[in-house]
């Protein structure tokens, strides 16, 4: 498995659009500061696409999709998203039909409570009741688990057929054949008529935990904050490149590179 290169590195000059985790990447100490959304507000100005990708409720992307300069946003580790439709109409898209999201959702909430029963202390996240598609057990928000019982409450639902990955905060668990990297192809199709193609410099997704590895596999400019380095040993597919600095900071310093890069591009139409 390589190791991911330092982000002056990367070629970010061509970048159109970023993708970005929320929790651990945008964040910093699970609060979202004003620093890293004037970050997003630069990326905007600047004509950049800006989609937030992350586990969190439908709830909150919608609210997210509503107050911040994006484009969209993936939720529920790809269950649903929103995208702006014509006339800058918010548009609701789900990736399974209704009669599939309800006998899931009454098999999934089974399926963890009787997880959560084999785990002590284990609960569910206090925003999964905003949730539509999938459900967040807490072991380091407002819980402290740790590892070790993440790890277990993971093995325990896979066991159960339930689809289970750690965010930096939370177990997210569904039931269905969807994630963050089928929902991203999704949008693009949906929201550009694009794909992504095999070493796209158009495109660059920031994340940092086990949920963010399909991403890091799906872009060739994936890109790593730096608290990513607590996972490494232990994620399928490593980001391709790493800022020096955790969290909110780190998302910074990408979009400083990026504004950066694309203010010292060769002129429009003239690609290397």
């Known amino acids: 498995m390589l190791a991911p290169r330092p982000l002056r590195d990367a070629d970010l000059s061509w970048v159109e659009g970023v993708f970005t985790d929320v929790d651990g990447t945008l964040t910093t100490s699970h609060r979202l500061h004003s620093t890293t959304v004037r970050a997003l507000e630069r990326l905007a100005a ?44 918010l548009r609701k898209v789900y990736a399974e039909s209704p009669k599939v999201r309800v006998a899931n959702r009454r098999r999934l909430e089974a399926e963890v409570a009787a997880v959560l029963r084999q785990v002590p202390g284990a609960r569910l ?31 325990l639902l896979s066991a159960r057929g339930v689809m289970a990955v750690r ?45 963010d590895a399909p991403m890091f596999g799906e872009f060739a400019l994936s890109v790593g904050v730096a608290n990513v380095r607590r996972v490494l040993d232990r994620i399928d597919t490593p980001p391709a490149f790493i800022t020096r600095a955790e969290e909110g900071r780190g998302f910074e310093e990408l979009a400083r590179a990026i504004l950066a890069q694309r203010g010292r591009r060769a002129p429009r139409g003239v690609r290397p």
Do not use: M, Q
């Open 46 to 89: 600047a004509g950049l696409k800006l989609v937030l990708v992350t586990g969190r409720p439908a709830g909150w992307g919608e609210a997210w999709a509503r107050t911040l300069p994006v484009d969209g946003v993936i939720v529920e580790n790809g269950g649903l998203l929103f995208l702006r439709g014509h006339g800058g109409k």
């Open 125 to 155: 996240s206090t925003d999964s009741a905003y949730t539509e598609v999938d459900l967040a057990v807490d072991y380091n928000e407002e819980a402290r688990l740790g590892e070790e019982a993440a790890g277990r409450i993971e093995a």
């Open 167 to 211: 965010s930096s905060v939370h177990v997210n668990c569904w039931l269905g054949r969807f994630d963050k990297r089928s929902a991203v192809r999704r949008f693009l199709k949906l929201a550009w008529g694009l794909r992504l193609e095999p070493g796209d410099k158009r495109f660059v997704y920031a994340g940092d935990s086990f949920n």
